[in-house]
């Protein structure tokens, strides 16, 4: 596929080629890792990054592939969703080059409007300047009606809120530096305070609450060198205000969890990485594809997985999944 093809033909709001009947329908990848250190140079690496780094060459340049990226690339473009959701790890050691590669990995899925975008520990591994590093990615992070407005740095912009057929798209931001040899995520507590009130104000709006992040919500799923320090926090947040589906990343391997809420419970999906060649069992790539519509004061939810087949060089179909959730009605007149 050139670099100008693009995945998606949706526009703003409106999915490509399917009508509101049917649903709205997304990909779900993550750490896709899609960068190259090849030219990377030594006095980049006078930090954490240097560990990173070695880290790669011994293992992750071996562990992630770009042709199974391609292949997914493929994928997509074949079924056409209407939308792509990145939970984070675009990147491995966040260099500024790498930064750069991954913006134009993502001009190849498509507009930042069809894109959404959430970061990850790796894209956070030291602290860099927001010119050199996230900047490259607004378009595909920025909240609605953000337009040209300049951020500065991550807490301008998230928690954000994309609305999309009926579905509000809530990204979170857990990527921060970290000391050597840790991968934790951290939200804060400003982060935290923003994020339930957008839960509460969507909620109003009777939309469908898509939760994005990195990490997984619940610390329990994670040991203490790569859990969310605030997932407690986090989770009683979720408990209160409720939500109708939580997708993450981080772990590199297909998860199925849930979180008590006032309505019911909460579920909660990670995915492998999207570019994994699969060396250990259970971690070879994939991306889910989502169809959320709403039927009968009901969200049903249709769950398709596709995995990277490396027999057939190609992602095909791995399993299916029926969710059906409360739909809390519109308080709005």
């Known amino acids: 596929m050139g670099a100008n093809q693009q995945i998606h033909a949706g526009r703003g709001t409106e999915p490509a080629d399917q009508s509101a009947a049917e649903g709205f329908c997304f990909a779900h990848l993550s750490d896709p890792h899609l960068t190259s250190l090849h030219e990377v140079r030594w006095w980049q690496l006078l930090n954490k990054r240097l560990l990173g780094y070695l880290s790669w060459r011994r293992k992750r340049r071996d562990q992630h592939s770009g042709d199974v990226l391609e292949a ?32 134009l990995w993502l001009e190849r899925l498509g507009e930042g409007h069809a894109v959404t975008v959430i970061p990850g520990n790796h894209d956070a591994y030291v602290r860099t300047d927001w010119e050199q590093s996230w900047a490259h990615w607004q378009p595909y992070m920025q909240s609605d009606g953000a337009g040209g407005q300049a951020a500065r740095a991550a807490k301008d912009m998230f928690p954000s809120l994309r609305v999309r057929d009926g579905v509000a798209l809530i990204g979170l931001c857990s990527g921060v530096p970290t000391a050597p040899f840790v991968a934790n995520g951290r939200l ?83 995915i492998p990485s999207a570019s994994a060649v699969g060396q250990r069992v259970g971690r070879g790539a994939q991306y889910a594809l989502y169809r959320v519509a709403r039927a009968d004061g009901r969200w049903q939810v249709q769950v398709n997985v596709r995995a990277w087949q490396p027999a057939a060089d190609s992602f095909v179909a791995h399993s299916e999944r029926q969710l059906s959730l409360p739909a809390m009605p519109s308080t709005r007149r």
Do not use: K
């Open 188 to 270: 804060g507590g400003a982060q935290r305070r923003r994020f339930a009130q957008i839960l509460r104000e969507t909620r109003e709006r009777g939309l469908f609450r898509l939760v994005l992040l990195h990490h997984s919500p619940r610390a329990e799923d994670e040991n203490w060198r790569r859990r969310l320090t605030d997932g407690r926090a986090l989770c009683d947040i979720l408990s209160r205000e409720g939500a109708e589906l939580i997708l993450h990343g981080h772990g590199h391997i297909s998860a199925q969890a849930s979180i008590q809420g006032a309505a019911g419970d909460i579920p909660v999906f990670g």
């Open 72 to 103: 997914l690339l493929t994928d997509l473009r074949s079924i056409c969703p209407a939308h792509v959701v990145i939970t984070g790890d675009l990147t491995h050691v966040g260099l500024p080059d790498e930064f750069r590669q991954a913006r």
